[in-house]
């Protein structure tokens, strides 16, 4: 459905919306066909990607789709699926609030009136459609923001390597069950917009059966979809579904520098157990480290964040962490992001994929289907 036909014919839909302020956890719960309720401005690509196959009938955001920091891809790609999006303006906090007390219920979308009831209490509001050629014109000029957003994360990583160098080089003891990962080839998989395809490729190609995998928060879902189950999973755990909690041999919550994890008592109501780790850095370089300092023989890393754009989509103030691991340790792994391309255009041009080398021990079957 194009979007000029969902707001210029005299539409009409009814059916079910969902809403939940966070919106990875929205996601968990989504059913195709409903109507999606967003709270979230400048969508990563992953996430964007991760909505579409959810296949919602519309999708209304109670924050603009731009907040205007910078051109974020993943607005744009969401506009190009061709699912109609609205915004609430003046609407929004009336909405939030009956969202807040009834996520899911019935509404009525009848042009741009909204109607949602829930309980039987209902509320009617006025939606804006987010027409594409405004949306266009908004990425165009925020692409002008990009030397500033650049300034902005430089000089923060800076100051930031300054403030984090003895900590991030202090030696720390790692769970003894790390100790499985010694003169093994370890595939480390974080999310990101092109790691299930470089999962893919890389699966499809090369024998994985004696490798190791560790799976970075929702990057343990992404190891199950393809049948390897994770030896490791690595993070706040905010983002990895009670499957791949459950099915993953070892979890290593990484505790947040002020000691909060949120996560803990999701762990211990599925009676899983469990390490706590706290290490400076975001998971992905904990899980990196991990690897390094178990003394891994080979390492390689799908779906690594180290990039301006991959700090604005995940909203990081500065890329210190990211940076000072790749002087401690960057010789030591090998960064296979961009995988499923590479083949594709080695292939284009009659050319054959680097190889990647598979280690054969004898130690536990990673391809069995779980």
Known sequence: MEQHGFFEAPFFWRGRYRFHPLTKRLL???????????????????MAASIARKLPVAIVNLRPYLSGQYAAPGVYDLMETGIPLFETGDGAGRLLTFLKNYPVGHAVLWRRRLYITASDQMLMTVLRPVRPP???????????????????????????????VETMGAPYVWPAVTEQLKGKTVLILIRSATSEADLQALHQAYDLSDWMFIGVDGGADSLLTYGLRPHFVVGDFDSVSDRALTLSL?????VYADGRAPERERLLKLNLPFYTISVPGTSEDVAIRMAVESEAE????????HTLLDALEKGRKGLSSTVLLTLMYGHRFDD?????????????????APDVPSVSDGTWTGTDTV
Do not use: C
């Open 298 to 305: 080979t390492i390689f890393v799908i779906g690594r964040h």
């Open 250 to 254: 070892e979890r290593l919550l990484h």
């Open 28 to 46: 968990h719960r989504f059913q195709p066909g409903e109507l999606m309720f967003l709270q979230h401005s400048d969508l990563d690509r992953l």
């Open 336 to 352: 296979l992001t961009g995988f499923a391309d590479w083949q594709k255009r080695f292939a284009q041009k009659g050319h054959t």
């Open 134 to 164: 405004t949306l266009q014109r908004e990425l165009i000029r925020l692409k002008e923001t990009w030397q500033a957003r650049f300034r902005d994360i430089a000089y923060n990583t800076a100051v930031f390597m300054q403030q984090e």
